[in-house]
C-alpha cells in the first residue's frame, strides 16, 4: 500500500470513520449521564424519604410523644393550671408553653383541638370564682368535654404517627437495600 492509496482510502473512508466514531463517543456519553441521571434521583427519592422520617419523628418527639404521655395526668390537661403547689404550675406552664411552640409541627385535627383547648381553658380560667357559679360550672364542663376530645385525638394522632414513622423507617431501609 503506498501513500497515493492511504490518502485515497482516507479521504474516502475519513468522513464515515470520523461519523462512527463520534456516535460511539456519543452513545458511551449518553450511557453515563443516564446512569448519573438514575442515581440522582435515587438519591433524591431516599432524600425525601429522609426529609419526611425526620419531620414524623420531630412531631412525635416534640409534640405529640409529650402530649400522650401526659395524657392521663389530669392536673396537666384537665385542671386548667389551677390548683396544686406552685411547682405544679410551674410544670403546667412550661409544658403547654412547649407545646405551644411546637403546634406548627401538628396535623390540622390535632391543631384544631389544640385550639380548642386553649380557648376552653382560657374561658375556664377568666370565670368568675364566685360569680356566677352557673357560668363557671358551665365553663368547667365545657373545658372538660375539650380536654377529653383533645385526649382522643391525641391517641388517635399518636397511633397513625407511629405508623407512619414505622412505615417511613421501611421505606428508607428498603431505599438502602
Known sequence: ??????????????PTISTIGLIAVTWIYTV????QSEAMMQQ?????????????VKEMTLLVG?????????????SGGSGGTSESLKEHLSFWE?????????QPDLRLKLNEYFIAENTYRSSPVNEYVEH??????????VADGLIQQVEISYRNLDDEIKK??????DERN
Open 1 to 14: 500500500m503506498d501513500l497515493n492509496n492511504i490518502g485515497n482510502f482516507i479521504k474516502d473512508y475519513g
Open 32 to 35: 453515563q449521564v443516564k446512569r
Open 136 to 145: 363557671t360550672e358551665d365553663a368547667k364542663k365545657t373545658f372538660c368535654d
Open 168 to 173: 417511613a423507617e421501611k421505606e428508607l431501609y
Open 66 to 78: 409529650k402530649l400522650y404521655v401526659k395524657k392521663d395526668m389530669y392536673s396537666i390537661l384537665k
Open 44 to 56: 433524591a427519592g431516599y432524600d425525601r424519604l429522609d426529609k419526611k422520617h425526620e419531620r414524623l
Open 98 to 106: 412547649e407545646i405551644k411552640r411546637n403546634m406548627y409541627l401538628a
